[in-house]
Structure formats: structure tokens, C-alpha cells
């Protein structure tokens, strides 16, 4: 049974950092991601990054401020959030897919295979 399991989040103050993880269990997958949804809002593309991780892809929002990484061997994913905004709140969900993705397509939720069930992140201003 695949299992996406993430941790990490809570409430910081603006400019603090926050770092998610997203453990895996029941396969390895190629591509691996964070997605956001902000109430009332539509889940948004967040970051991805491919099994050598070699090659991440950053929404525009969030380039410069958080990195995505990912320890295969823990088959896991990390979200490090730095200089964090309130407009960063949101439920992150952790996202995989068995194959690499486009990076036209990487923003669409429909192209990605597992989820979990989410982390809320909260920043006060």
C-alpha cells in the first residue's frame, strides 16, 4: 500500500522558517513534489524534484525562499521554508509520480499519482 505521510508543519511568525517532510512507503517514484491550497483558494504548484535531484522546478512565488530536496535512500522529501509570508498559509500536500513530468505540466494536480493527506502551515504577520 503507497503511503505519503507529511509532518513538519504548524504556526511561525513572518520571516521564520519551517522545514516539511514527506516520507514515502510502498515504492519509490520518480518525480516527487509540494502542492498548497489556501481556503477558498485552488491547490497551486509549490516545487518538484526528479529522482536525482538534479533538477527542481520552483513556483515563481516561492524561488528564493524555499528548496526542495529528497533523500532516496529514506525515500523521503523535505520542504525547507525560509523568509516565510502570510501569505504562505496553506495545507501542503505532498504529491509522486511514478515517471518523470514536463515541466509544462508539472503545476497540474490531475498529472500527479499519490498524495498525501496534508500539513497545515500557518504564518502570522
Known amino acids: 500500500q503507497v503511503q505519503l505521510v507529511e509532518s513538519g508543519g504548524g504556526l511561525v511568525q513572518a520571516g521564520g522558517s519551517l522545514r516539511l517532510s514527506c516520507a514515502a512507503s510502498?515504492?519509490?517514484?520518480?518525480?516527487m513534489g509540494w502542492f498548497r491550497q489556501a481556503p477558498g483558494k485552488e491547490r497551486e504548484f509549490v516545487a518538484a524534484?526528479?529522482?536525482?535531484?538534479?533538477?527542481?522546478y520552483y513556483a515563481d512565488s516561492v524561488k528564493g525562499r524555499f528548496t526542495i530536496s529528497r533523500d532516496n535512500a529514506k525515500n523521503t522529501v523535505y520542504l525547507q521554508m525560509n523568509s516565510l509570508k502570510p501569505e504562505d498559509t496553506a495545507v501542503y500536500y505532498c504529491?509522486?509520480?511514478?515517471?518523470?513530468?514536463?515541466?509544462?505540466?508539472?503545476?497540474?494536480?490531475?498529472?500527479?499519482?499519490?498524495w498525501g493527506q496534508g500539513t497545515q502551515v500557518t504564518v502570522s504577520s
Open positions: 524534484i526528479d529522482w536525482s535531484g538534479g533538477r527542481p
Open positions: 504529491a509522486a509520480r511514478r515517471s518523470p513530468i514536463s515541466i509544462r505540466v508539472v503545476g497540474d494536480p490531475s498529472r500527479w499519482d499519490y
Open positions: 510502498g515504492r519509490t517514484f520518480s518525480t
